[in-house]
């Protein structure tokens, strides 16, 4: 709801040379269905913020989980029953939530792209064909399969595996689903000979590897797919890059790792970029905390921040350009370890940001966040051993790195333009 889908909107964005045009927002709305969007956007905003909280946002945190519910895989079985949110957005749609886009649709006839499930699926009741929909977590709730999903003309471009056998666990025929991968953007990929993605990761494994351990390990390997490594890159600070999730939850958690790390920064062994994203709130925040631990201008510490979306996105992918490591909550930036980024894991909000986050340990590509306020003696020691270098090597192995080519392979036949991304209906 909101970074996760719009982030994906903009790389094929950018890709297809088309704008992102948000389903909840002018000019697809008009006054009264605005006013629905943006109620629904903000309550869950509020609550993904406040269940962060000790003790009083357990509650919260409850109410989320059960709204973000996602079923056990195993045993295999049908999961096609209608849930509560599927009936729910059903009514919405029946009460001409969307009008703006279906009448938008009609009138040009062009196809639908689009990263959020409640277009595709309020096309879809609406009788429109060419309607792709491209999934942004690992694994689904119910809610992104329509309410009869064996007559659905919805193709459906999925990030795993898990979540195409998801689907079809809904009732979604296989036909309708493709695995893709997730659409990282180009500028951080290269093309499908993967070439900036690969100069960055052989710069990345230098810096990450403190001691030299990992690639003692596995010298032949990495010689194998990267060539030689820029000596030059020997002995650098590694950057690590701090990202608030766009409801602002845990954006007060750099006030509690800072302190420990404030002597590398300023002895320049460690550099720290916060991601404010697009709210000053949060920014202002992100300030505060580093003013607080006495790092307020500090060249070894950033804050990105812009509240035009296109910027933001621009600046982010810039960023990680240059990024080591990665500390996010498991959100759809999961899927940026397969650019061989590892990752440290802050506490999920939902059920699916906990099936991310087993995603990406399972592969290898990342660990779990530990007590903050000791990261920069944990974070030194995986350093010195190599473990965020296997990390991010195991990322880059082992995670899907081609959605993007995948998806706009796959869409090539109607040269979709695109329709982007919407909040949770």
């Not at 008009?30 to 943006?38: I, S, T």
């Not at 629904?40 to 962060?52: D, G, I």
């Not at 659905?152 to 990030?159: C, D, F, G, H, S």
Request: charged fraction near 25%; aromatic fraction near 8%.
């Amino acid at each position: 709801m909101g970074y996760g889908h719009l982030r994906a909107a903009h790389a094929l964005a950018d890709a297809l040379e088309e704008r992102v045009v948000q389903v909840d927002r002018p000019p697809l709305t008009d006054g009264d269905e605005a006013r629905l969007w943006h109620r629904v956007r903000a309550a869950y905003e509020l609550a993904s913020r406040l269940s962060t909280l000790p003790y009083a946002g357990a509650p919260l945190k409850w109410l989320l989980d059960e709204v973000t519910s996602i079923p056990a895989l195993h045993p295999y079985r049908d999961l096609s029953q209608p849930t509560r949110g599927v009936m729910t957005l059903d009514r919405l749609i029946r009460k001409n939530l969307g009008r703006g886009l279906l009448e938008e649709l009609r009138r040009t006839g062009r196809p639908l792209l689009t990263t959020f499930y409640s277009p595709a699926i309020l096309a879809d009741r609406a009788g429109l064909d060419r309607v792709y929909c491209v999934v942004t977590d690992t694994d689904v709730n119910r809610i992104w399969a329509p309410r009869s999903p064996q007559a659905t003309r919805i193709r459906y471009l999925v990030p795993t595996p898990r979540a195409a056998k998801r689907l079809r666990a809904y009732g979604v025929p296989s036909h309708r689903i493709l695995f893709t991968g997730y659409p990282l953007p180009h500028e951080l990929v290269g093309g499908p000979g993967l070439e900036l993605l690969t100069r960055n990761l052989a710069a990345r494994i230098v810096r990450l590897d403190r001691e030299g351990e990992f690639r003692r390990e596995r010298r032949e390997e990495v010689a194998h797919f990267l060539g030689p490594l820029p000596d030059e890159e020997e002995g650098r600070p590694p950057l690590l890059a701090f990202a608030v999730g766009g409801a602002g939850a845990q954006a007060t958690l750099p006030g509690a790792f800072l302190p420990s790390m404030r002597r590398d920064i300023e002895a320049g062994r460690l550099r720290v970029a916060l991601v404010a994203g697009m709210r000053p709130k949060v920014a202002e925040v992100l300030k505060g905390c580093v003013k607080s631990v006495g790092l307020e201008g500090s060249p070894g510490v950033e804050i990105l921040f812009d509240e035009e979306m296109g910027a933001y996105f621009t600046k982010m992918n810039a960023l990680l350009a240059r990024t080591d490591l990665l500390w996010t909550k498991p959100s759809e930036l999961c899927f940026f370890g397969a650019l061989g980024l590892p990752l440290i894991l802050a506490s999920p909000v939902g059920a699916h940001e906990r099936l991310n986050r087993r995603w990406v340990r399972e592969a290898g590509a990342g660990v779990k966040q530990r007590d903050p306020r000791f990261a920069g003696e944990w974070l030194g020691d995986m350093l010195s051993e190599g473990t965020l270098a296997a990390a991010a090597w195991a990322g880059f192995m082992r995670l899907p790195k081609f959605g993007l080519y995948r998806i706009l392979e796959a869409v090539k036949d109607d040269a979709v333009p695109l329709q982007g991304a919407s909040h949770r209906a």
